[in-house]
């Protein structure tokens, strides 16, 4: 089992630091075989592979300077969209300090971190895997710039995945451009329940072309956390099932993706993200996240691709948001199909244009603005 905990990682002049700032964007995802159910400290039950997304993404900068008196734990202010936000930052030191033993040096400094999201505030899209990435991604650069730890891009991108993974499970696929893997399977060599692992080059060109357009058919924070719906696994009568079914997607998917089947690859989409909410409804006691609006928005999807034969496929995450897929070729034609037919059901008509995307990106750090 590798262990990322080194507490030789200690500044032995902390006090001569310059300080410094550190900026990554990192993508959300969206798994076509989902990750839910899980073990021990964020393992997961079952396999997973993800598109990562282009412009739903989190923006992070890390500022760091010498601690004045030195002392116990993480010294950290916060900031979203500009402002200080207390339940935000208290969860993010909890993370912090539960990664002490990987990054002992944090006990010696001033942190502040200034983050804030591309797509709109509350939009029902889960944040946690684009934050946690690009705040693994800033640790990770950190550890480099300080003691030059980190240089192999491989070694660089497992251990931001490694330790995105703690912070959220989902969070370890998004280090990576196009595609992504998360659990072991005999069908995709070098895969960890550990880390994330590329998928993207061995991807058929056609699903680089893809888009994934996001319907906020709601916006209204979920009922039942992600935390909470992975626990209710561990109780459900269907849970075993559910894993073996997933590893046997899962290699159906990967063929398809490999060999550019589009149709093999809808079909596994929509299933999955059924399956999803199905096992939300059978668990104990039962819940529901679909929205009507959901409901309308996968019929008229399905009505369009019976009509015109043009290969767009919904999938969901754990939300009444629906994702749409579909290859760059027909999106001449889906584009005003989704104005006209979709856009009514969604709240104040938005929605979030998206598409494959390169991963994350080291940014220029900017001045913070003083009020
Ligand atoms: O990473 P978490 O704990 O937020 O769980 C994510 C679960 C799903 O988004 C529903 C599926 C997945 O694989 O991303």
Redesign the pocket.
């Known amino acids: 089992m590798i262990s990322y905990d080194n507490p030789q990682l200690i500044l032995l002049n902390a006090q001569e630091l310059e300080p410094g700032a550190i900026r990554w964007s990192s993508p959300s ?3 076509i075989v ?3 159910g ?1 073990h021990g400290r964020q393992l997961p039950r079952n396999p ?1 592979v ?1 598109l990562t997304l282009d412009a739903a993404s989190t923006d992070t900068t890390l500022r760091y300077s010498p601690r004045d008196t030195p002392g116990k734990g993480i010294a950290l202010d916060f900031y979203f969209d500009g402002a200080p936000r207390e339940d935000f930052a208290r969860k993010v030191v909890a993370f912090l300090e539960s990664l002490l033993p990987v990054f002992p040096f944090l006990e010696q400094l001033s942190l502040r971190i200034d983050t804030n999201n591309t797509f709109p505030h509350s939009a029902g899209i ?1 944040s ?2 684009s934050a946690m990435s690009a705040l693994a991604l800033g640790l990770c650069s950190l550890e480099d710039e300080l003691f030059g730890t980190l240089g192999e891009d491989e070694e660089f991108h497992q251990k931001a995945s490694y330790l995105a993974r703690l912070g ?4 370890c ?1 998004s280090i990576y451009a196009h595609a992504a893997i998360w659990g072991e399977t005999p069908d995709a060599s070098g895969s960890s329940d550990l880390y994330g692992t590329p998928f993207g080059h061995e991807m058929h060109p056609v699903f680089h072309t893809f888009h994934d357009d996001i319907l906020f058919i709601s916006k209204a924070e979920k009922s039942v956390s ?2 909470a719906g ?1 626990g209710l696994m561990e109780g459900n009568i269907y849970a075993d099932s559910r894993y073996e079914q997933a590893r046997r997607r899962l290699r159906h998917l990967l063929d398809a993706m490999r060999r550019g089947d589009v149709e093999a690859f809808g079909a596994i989409a929509e299933a999955e993200a059924l399956t ?1 909410h199905a096992l939300m409804m059978t668990s104990t006691p039962p819940y529901l996240l679909l929205e009507p609006n959901t409901l309308s928005a996968i019929r008229a999807v399905q009505t369009f691709r019976q009509e015109t034969g043009h290969p767009l496929y919904f999938s969901l ?2 939300g009444p948001n629906l994702h749409l897929l579909y290859p760059a070729e027909v999106a001449y034609a889906v584009q005003p199909f989704v104005q006209e037919v979709l856009l009514p059901f969604c709240t104040d008509g938005q929605y979030l244009p998206d598409a494959v995307g390169e991963g994350p990106v080291q940014l220029e750090v900017e001045e913070i603005e003083e009020d």
């Open positions: 995802n969206l798994a989902k990750y839910w899980k997973s993800s889960a946690s895997a959220s499970g989902s969070a696929r992600s935390r992975h999803l995450d754990a």
